[in-house]
């Protein structure tokens, strides 16, 4: 029978698969991640257009009274 040298160096294959499913694993936790952030930034983006919408409005009704006082 031919003998495998202990010296000969590479992974196996399980080792390969192993860490493979780590990185899977840390890389489906990352897309969850980034996908409740980009949830959360959705939201405020929305929550901010409002406010800037009502902030416009706001001015363009108090110019409209100045306008009235002759500014």
Not at 15 to 23: H, Y
Not at 49 to 67: G, P, Q, R, T
């Amino acid at each position: 029978m031919k003998q495998i040298s202990k010296s000969k160096r590479g992974f196996t294959l399980t080792e390969i698969v192993l860490v493979v499913a780590i990185i899977l694993i840390l890389a489906s936790s990352f897309a969850i991640g980034i996908s409740e952030y980009l949830n959360t930034s959705e939201k405020a983006s929305e929550q901010v257009d409002a406010s800037v919408e009502a902030l416009s409005e706001n001015i363009s009704v108090k110019e409209e009274k100045l306008a009235g006082y002759g500014f």
